[in-house]
């Protein structure tokens, strides 16, 4: 009996631990092309070479041996961000920005628990964000050798956006992704 009440124990344990320590990693893998995107504000059809689609926003990206380009999709107005380097908002090197009329702010901060302050070693390249009809997208480029390492076989990524332009309002939605990289 005492042997049935332990082992029951052990499989409800092992259940929970899979339902709760479960990394959300990316199906496809992300693999080198050789030319990259424009970096317009528009992302067409098959434009990148992975596609992640979350819950509420939409993850693109694609790399060649010096670049990695990503482009995000949003049915908000508001701020849209990615982060680099941890899945969480903590030690997470965030690109953040907004468009508000004619002006476009972008910003890179380092993040520290739950908040972020100024990065002091920039890696973006070049970015873009644009509204349209309730939707935003952001599409930048950030050095390779800045966010993947030699050896390494996945990165981690977060992405949020908030209902705010400004860079400190709450985000409405926050994903957490591990995107496995080809060889
Ligand atoms: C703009 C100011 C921000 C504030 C005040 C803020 C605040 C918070 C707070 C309080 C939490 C814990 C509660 C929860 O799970 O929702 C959290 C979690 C999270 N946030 Fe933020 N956040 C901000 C910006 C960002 C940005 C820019 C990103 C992505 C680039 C982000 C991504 C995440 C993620 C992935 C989590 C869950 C993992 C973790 O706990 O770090 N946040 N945030």
């Given at each position: 009996?005492?042997?049935?009440?332990?082992?029951?124990?052990?499989?409800?344990?092992?259940?929970?631990?899979?339902?709760?320590?479960?990394?959300?990693?990316?199906?496809?893998?992300?693999?080198?092309?050789?030319?990259?995107?424009?970096?317009?504000?528009?992302?067409?059809?098959?434009?990148?070479?992975?596609?992640?689609?979350?819950?509420?926003?939409?993850?693109?990206?694609?790399?060649?041996?010096?670049?990695?380009?990503?482009?995000?999709?949003?049915?908000?107005?508001?701020?849209?961000?990615?982060?680099?380097?941890?899945?969480?908002?903590?030690?997470?090197h965030i690109?953040?920005?907004?468009?508000?009329?004619?002006?476009?702010?972008?910003k890179e901060h380092n993040g520290m628990?739950?908040?972020h302050q100024s990065a002091e070693n920039p890696i973006l390249?070049?970015?873009?964000?644009?509204?349209?009809?309730?939707?935003?997208?952001?599409?930048?480029?950030?050095?390779?050798?800045e966010?993947?390492?030699?050896?390494?076989?996945?990165?981690?990524?977060?992405?949020?956006?908030?209902?705010?332009?400004?860079?400190?309002?709450?985000?409405?939605?926050?994903?957490?992704?591990?995107?496995?990289?080809?060889?």
């Open positions: 009996m005492q042997r049935k009440v332990i082992l029951i124990f052990f499989l409800l344990v092992t259940m929970l631990s899979s339902f709760t320590c479960k990394k959300p990693v990316s199906k496809d893998v992300l693999k080198q092309t050789e030319t990259l995107q424009n970096i317009d504000g528009v992302i067409g059809k098959s434009e990148y070479s992975m596609t992640v689609e979350t819950e509420k926003m939409m993850l693109y990206l694609s790399r060649d041996s010096k670049e990695l380009t990503f482009g995000l999709g949003s049915q908000t107005m508001g701020w849209i961000a990615i982060g680099f380097g941890s899945m969480s908002m903590d030690k997470s690109i953040i920005g907004y468009s508000a009329g004619d002006t476009m702010a972008i628990g739950h908040r390249i070049n970015a873009i964000i644009k509204e349209n009809d309730g939707t935003t997208i952001f599409e930048g480029s950030v050095r390779a050798e966010v993947i390492q030699p050896g390494q076989s996945s990165i981690s990524i977060i992405i949020a956006c908030g209902a705010g332009d400004d860079f400190a309002s709450r985000h409405i939605f926050r994903k957490s992704l591990a995107v496995m990289l080809a060889e």
